[in-house]
């Protein structure tokens, strides 16, 4: 029997899906299981670590049983990044992982950030890269360092659990803070200031190495075939780009989830604050990335917090919302909104920004406010844009979109004409796991190489043209809302003393 088929795994921040790829790019089964967070206070939020493996295992399970099993090449592997958990010499967790969206380590970031640990690692200071929560559990819980065996990403803990290797690759490792990216490998300096050594974290292999074979003892209850074997891909960023086949200079992917994330190739080293830097996907290269803290997430507070004009049976509060939008005039008739519902990433890492409309009157109604919202993503994203333009010198060229936002026609439209370029939506919507898939097909020779790989199994949905007269009234507005976040900056700070 050929094995035409690959699995890409996405063990993301609530749940594990396992996609069953064709050489082509196409998805003939799926399996998906859920799983929680624990907000044990304000801004600390923790994960049961096994519960990766029981989601991932019946995710696996469930999806292997649609196909014949005997075609599948292998298992690709992504997850979501900076998550962590500390294991005890028995391989059991010594307390809850903490998550990317942890922001307890806060003063760690104000003591130990600093231009140095940015030029190693890629990450200007700021409170989501494990290292400083390490930093913290040093100070605050100096047993749980002491007693800790292994500190492993997500990937790591699954490339475990699938075939009993400590080992996970550069790209799904960095994102801890804990690599230095121009050599891909730990830097010790920054171990030690962990309290760790090499001997506690897994093996680097480059992403889409073979990591392993599935153990025996696994096979039969997953359908599977001993010795399977097992690669290491991506974090879930880097995996969404090479799932949109970014991977080479001059495309950006735009991933328009619950926060927005857009990246960029780069084949050689750079840091700077209007980007972080990650390892890319294909080995030896980079992604460049910006974050906006809000996407989605807004539009779902709107529609929940503020509500709708008017309910219409039906139609969900998104579409009711959007319809009305979409009779508004692009600039929401003067009203901006500044997209900081949970503080400012790129390139101003600020934890104290907030969200606001600016502008408001009495002639304002919610489908301004709705607009506003949607503009305003748009409007960060055009900053943000550019601003790895102007560090990198290098013109991108081609928007490609993906996420729960790029279902919204009127949303596409605006970044097109906001940013004044096409904006072309993926085919496949799971991203980040055909990106686990493609790492799968190129590892095992169902393709040449990992950028054929890329080319064969992506494409293009639908595409969004700029209308470049819309564009040029959004270039007024532009100069408009740059000016917001620098004008209130102070304000912010200030908020932020009362709250506390």
């Known amino acids: 029997m050929t094995k035409d088929l690959v699995i890409g795994i996405d063990c993301s921040t609530t749940a594990a899906k396992a996609v069953v790829w064709d050489a082509g790019g196409r998805a003939v089964a799926v399996g998906r299981r859920g799983y929680g ?17 029981t989601a991932t295992s019946e995710a696996l399970a469930e999806a292997v049983a649609k196909v014949d099993a005997s075609r599948i090449a292998g298992i690709g592997i992504t997850h979501q990044r900076e998550t962590f958990v500390c294991l005890d010499a028995a391989e059991e967790p010594i307390r809850p992982a903490i998550t990317w969206m942890d922001v307890r380590a806060t003063d760690e970031v104000n003591a130990f950030g600093s231009p140095e640990v940015h030029r190693i690692t890629g990450k200007p200071p700021n409170p989501t890269p494990a290292w400083y929560k390490l930093l913290w559990l040093k100070t605050h819980e100096p047993d749980t360092i002491a007693r800790t065996a292994h500190v492993v990403d997500v990937a790591g803990y699954l490339v475990h659990k699938l075939t009993g290797e400590w080992a996970t690759s550069w790209a799904c490792a960095d994102p801890l803070g804990l690599v230095d990216l121009a050599r891909f490998d730990y830097d010790d300096g920054l171990l030690e200031m962990a309290g760790l050594s090499r001997g506690q974290v897994s093996r680097l292999l ?17 359908g599977l075939p001993a010795g399977l074997p097992v690669v290491i891909g991506a974090g879930d960023g880097q995996s969404a780009g090479l799932g949109c086949n970014v991977t080479r200079p001059g495309r950006a992917y ?8 857009s990246g960029v190739h780069a084949d050689r080293y750079s840091h700077d604050t209007a980007y972080r830097t990650m390892g890319g996907p294909v080995p030896g290269s980079y992604i460049l990335e910006t974050f906006i803290g ?31 939008a979409a009779t508004i005039p692009p600039g929401a008739g003067g009203l901006l909104c500044l997209p900081y519902w949970t503080g400012a990433m790129t390139p101003y890492w600020d934890g104290h920004a907030r969200g606001a409309f600016v502008g408001l009157s009495g002639l304002h109604g919610k489908a301004h406010m ?10 960060e994203q055009r900053f943000l844009t550019s601003g790895v333009e102007a560090a990198t010198g290098t013109p991108i060229e081609e928007i490609l979109m993906l996420g729960g936002g790029s279902r919204s026609p009127l949303w596409c439209q605006i970044i097109a004409d906001v940013l004044g370029r096409s904006v072309k939506v993926v085919r496949e919507q ?15 020779n169902l393709h040449a190489d990992l950028r054929t790989a890329a080319d064969a199994m992506t494409g293009i949905d639908r595409i969004y043209e700029p209308d470049l007269a819309v564009h040029h009234r959004y270039a007024g507005i532009f100069a408009a809302y740059r000016g917001i976040y620098p004008g209130l900056k102070s304000t912010f700070q200030l908020a932020a003393e009362i709250e506390s």
């Open 37 to 53: 967070l624990n907000h044990v206070r304000s801004g600390w939020v923790e994960q049961h670590a096994p519960d990766w493996w």
């Open 206 to 222: 480059a992403p889409g190495a073979i990591a392993g074979g599935l153990l025996p003892s696994l096979a039969a209850r997953l």
């Open 254 to 261: 735009l991933n328009l989830g619950t926060g927005t994330v």
């Open 294 to 324: 809000g996407g989605t997430q807004n539009v779902v507070w709107f529609a929940t917090q503020i509500g709708v004009p008017q309910d219409v049976p039906g139609k969900s509060p998104e579409q009711i919302l959007e319809e009305a």
């Open 370 to 379: 709705y607009r506003a919202v949607l503009e305003g993503i748009a409007l």
């Open 430 to 444: 799971e991203s980040t796991a055909l990106g686990a898939g493609i790492h799968v097909a190129a590892a095992l």
